[in-house]
């Protein structure tokens, strides 16, 4: 329990710093290459299961299971370190027991920063930020005012890793870099039938690590999709 209770409070200073101090600006990001690296956070607190359907050239092409999510409502700002900050603080309130049933619940990773973003370099973009529901809470979620349950059928992932503290200067590039490598695939199809003419400009940050953890840090880039037939380019 200690533990738990220190990773919620890690994933918070994590998000003060990155904002009023700029801790990311000192770690270097950079893409893993080949593929993607395992997810070592998730061997301390839950994480939505998955399987890995393909892998490609910096990314990989993942099926997850049915989840369940509490999101905000969208957040506009210029900056998603700054949304994020904003949302987590409201998901921090809910876990910490701020909901209608008055219940604690345990820290999970990752927290996901959707984002639709502006026309301009300094127009406001739409953020919606989630936490992962532990599979105990899945089944009555605790409702709270400002949060949203969504609940996800199966869903396919694609997805890109970086290294580093999250940055606004890094994840259109990250974006930018996994709609890049699946170009002329199947996958690529996919994504943009699934998201119709706005493919293109939604997709997800995942986070997944403490504050504390200065070496091998793993955030990711997806672009969630629908997906029918086989699986062969």
């Known amino acids: 329990m200690a533990a738990f ?8 200073l994590s998000i003060l710093l990155n904002s009023h101090f700029g801790l990311c600006s000192e770690t270097s990001n950079k893409q893993i290459s080949k593929g993607v690296s395992s997810l070592p956070t998730c061997s301390s607190i839950e994480c939505p299961s998955y399987d ?30 700054e949304a994020t900050r ?16 008055e219940e ?22 739409s953020f919606v930020v989630s936490f992962y529901v532990p599979k105990v809470n899945q089944a009555n979620p605790p409702p709270a005012k400002g949060l949203q349950v969504q609940r996800w ?3 396919y992932a694609a997805v890109r890793q970086f290294s580093g503290f999250v940055a606004d200067s890094d994840v259109g590039v990250e974006a930018a870099a996994l709609q ?43 672009m969630l999709f629908d997906m029918e037939g086989d699986f062969t380019e």
């Open 52 to 81: 890995v359907i393909h892998v490609g050239n910096g990314y990989e092409i993942r099926r997850y299971n049915s989840t369940v999510w509490a999101s905000t409502s969208p957040i506009q700002d210029i900056s998603l370190v």
């Open 180 to 222: 890049a490598s699946l170009v002329d695939t199947v996958w690529s199809a996919a994504i943009e039938k699934s998201h119709g003419a706005d493919h293109s400009s939604v997709y997800t940050v995942a986070q997944y690590n403490s504050p504390f953890e200065f070496d091998d840090r793993v955030n990711e880039i997806w």
């Open 5 to 12: 209770n220190l990773f919620k409070l890690s994933i918070l």
């Open 104 to 125: 604690k619940i345990e820290m999970t990773a990752p927290v996901l920063s959707e984002v639709s973003p502006s026309d301009g370099p300094l127009c406001e973009s």
């Open 86 to 101: 904003t949302g987590f603080l409201q998901l921090f309130d809910y876990i910490q027991g701020k909901n209608y049933y």
């Open 153 to 155: 059928n199966p869903v």
